[in-house]
């Protein structure tokens, strides 16, 4: 650029990841060059650009897809009326946890766009078991398949994710004790299913003012809902499916 356009008065403006271009810079150059020093000599001024909310850049990507309209039906349905909401703070907790790229979000909304072409207005989104799957899918195919395989239980998982180390966000909030019951209820092994509600009946009936014995308490109580007479049939495998379908159609990036 220097070397064709050294005019007077005229300025170049760089949008550059940074430690991309010095990466860069040390494949070609060698690892021994102090790449930052040698980039110094092209760039005199540098402005940091701050990082992005990333729950308003997940509602400006809904904007973008045109989801509005979907979701906007949803909310005449009690049951569905929050999808929305829902979505976008388990996404983004996930998305955060995991630190996905922006690029790579943006890969997920285009896959959601292919699971609601799948999903009829008055039917089950599951928005937040999509958002976790739309993020293992991409950041962690062998969780991935562990979970909707059956070879990783569903509090397995939870553990897994427990220990990661931005997960404290996510597991201060509700969607933790949400995502975690919607797993077990639609854990694919129905026997272990079913000794995992055995497990915390015991507990929280035993030890029902310990943090494990409410803990369990708030996991029965939505597992309820989530498996019982008010979802009786859930699945993550038929949730994975719209999943399986979204990444063979939008995997062209």
Same mark, same amino acid.
């Given at each position: 650029m220097k070397h064709l356009f050294d005019v007077p008065n005229i300025v170049f403006v760089l949008s550059i990841d940074k430690k991309q271009l010095e #990466?860069?810079?040390a494949s070609v150059y060698g690892e021994r060059i102090n790449a930052p020093e040698y980039l110094r000599r092209f760039i005199d001024l540098e402005y940091a650009l701050p990082s992005l909310h990333t729950k308003s850049y997940t509602r400006e990507l809904i904007k973008r897809f045109e989801f509005k309209d979907f979701f906007e039906a949803r @909310? $005449?349905?009690?049951?569905?009326?929050? !999808?929305? !909401?829902?979505?976008?703070? #388990?996404?983004? =907790?996930l998305a955060g946890?995991?630190?996905?790229? =922006?690029? #790579? +979000?943006? +890969?997920?909304?285009?896959r959601l766009a292919v699971?609601?072409? $799948?999903?009829?207005?008055?039917?089950?989104? !599951?928005?937040?078991?999509l958002s976790l799957l739309l993020v293992l899918r991409i950041k962690e195919p062998d969780l991935y398949a562990g979970l909707i395989?059956?070879?990783? #239980?569903?509090?397995?998982l939870m553990e897994t994710l427990r220990l990661r180390p931005a997960a404290r966000e996510l597991m201060a909030s509700n969607v933790s004790t949400v995502l975690e019951a919607y797993l077990i209820a639609g854990d694919v092994v129905r026997e272990r299913r079913e000794q995992v509600i055995k497990n915390l009946q015991e507990l929280a009936k035993v030890e029902p003012d310990t943090a494990a014995g409410l803990r369990a308490t708030e996991l029965l109580d939505m597992q +309820?809902?989530?498996?019982?007479?008010?979802?009786?049939?859930?699945?993550? @495998?038929?949730?994975?499916? @719209?999943?399986e379908l979204a990444a063979k159609v939008g995997d062209d990036y």
């Open positions: #990466a860069i810079t @909310k $005449q349905n009690s049951t569905l009326a929050y !999808d929305h !909401d829902n979505f976008v703070d #388990a996404f983004t =907790l946890m995991f630190d996905l790229p =922006l690029r #790579a +979000r943006e +890969r997920c909304l285009t699971a609601i072409t $799948q999903t009829p207005k008055d039917h089950y989104l !599951d928005p937040i078991v395989g059956g070879a990783i #239980a569903p509090r397995d +309820r809902r989530v498996g019982g007479n008010w979802r009786p049939n859930f699945s993550i @495998k038929h949730v994975a499916g @719209k999943v």
